[in-house]
């Protein structure tokens, strides 16, 4: 006998597929810093984060958070053509087995050329996070053929296109065709050196109109797999209270300035990625508690109860 379905569950029903649909996954790295405190918490001492953070930076995460599934970052150091095409010795490939024999998820990797650490330029004279096109495609191959020979779970892993400037790859069409062969768009916004303060930074690169456009573009765009684009905000590493420039406010105000100006707050292809990395005087963040509203877990819980 089949029982009908009462109005209350009906609607509770309808409001968690919607709630699901325009989730906003939010993603963290923290544990190699704050690691040991968070234990005084007790795992799970957290609830708010613990149970709605989706991914994180790396196995280490994966002992304070429910979630399985790690978001790191990887840098090329290859010249353009010189990527190892042999998926036994292939470091990104290596890199995600090391994880998957464990037992976790790989979502992806935030990618760069990343040249303020040495690695070699990508062809974008602006922009030269910016991999090759010819990177993708030896990148998309290797992981084929590691999962082909059941090196890895699967090959459908996100490369998410780390970049230096917000809007740089909307106006370029050699940088747009590149973005489309990935799968995202993942931009770092810190609150030091050439990023602060969010208007009239040295860089630019933190302006909210400027995040906002190319944000917005991202979100409109299907890879050349007609598969939406993600937008990563990968956001800190933060100035706490005890920073001279900063009132221990700057975390949310720099969010709800980006929100105001149309960063989208709730969106399927939304990531926001906390890097609590400590750094000059945001070392004196303390980890949690989650209750403390000026901790890391705090700055997580407050951001959770925003885009959840």
């Not at 010189?82 to 292939?90: A, G, I, R």
């Not at 989208?264 to 209750?291: Q, V, W």
């Amino acid at each position: 006998m089949i029982r009908s379905l009462s109005s209350t569950t009906v609607i509770l029903i309808f409001l968690f597929a919607c709630r699901s649909v325009d989730a906003t996954k939010v993603a963290i790295r923290c544990a190699v810093w704050y690691g040991n405190e968070m234990k005084t918490y007790g795992i799970g001492g957290y609830p708010v984060c613990f149970n709605n953070v989706d991914m994180g930076y790396g196995s280490q995460e994966m002992l304070f958070f429910k979630t399985r599934v790690l978001f790191p970052e990887f840098y090329i150091d290859w010249e353009e053509g010189q990527m190892d095409p042999n998926p036994e010795t292939n470091p990104l490939v290596q890199l995600i087995r090391r994880e998957e024999v464990k037992g976790y998820h790989f979502y992806g990797v935030k990618i760069s050329r990343e040249t303020i650490a040495g690695k070699p330029p990508g062809p974008i004279e602006k922009d030269q996070r910016i991999l090759f096109p010819s990177d993708v495609h030896a990148l998309r191959q290797v992981l084929k053929r590691a999962w082909d020979r059941k090196i890895l779970k699967r090959f459908d892993y996100k490369l998410i296109q780390m970049v230096y400037e917000p809007d740089e790859f909307v106006d370029d069409p050699k940088a747009q065709r590149i973005v489309k062969m990935m799968d995202g768009v993942c931009l770092e916004v810190h609150h030091y050196n050439i990023y602060w303060p969010i208007t009239g930074s040295p860089s630019g690169r933190t302006e909210p109109k400027d995040v906002v456009r190319g944000a917005k573009w991202t979100l409109r765009q299907r890879n050349t797999q007609g598969k939406r684009l993600e937008y990563v905000f990968y956001y800190g590493p933060f100035k706490g209270k005890d920073c001279k420039d900063s009132d221990g406010n700057a975390f949310r105000e720099w969010l709800i300035q980006y929100w105001d100006a149309g960063l989208p707050k709730r969106h399927p292809h939304m990531i926001y990625d906390l890097n609590a990395f400590k750094h000059a005087c945001g070392s004196t963040i303390p980890g949690g508690p989650e209750t403390n509203d000026d901790s890391i877990l705090g700055y997580c819980r407050w951001l959770v109860e925003q885009v959840k």
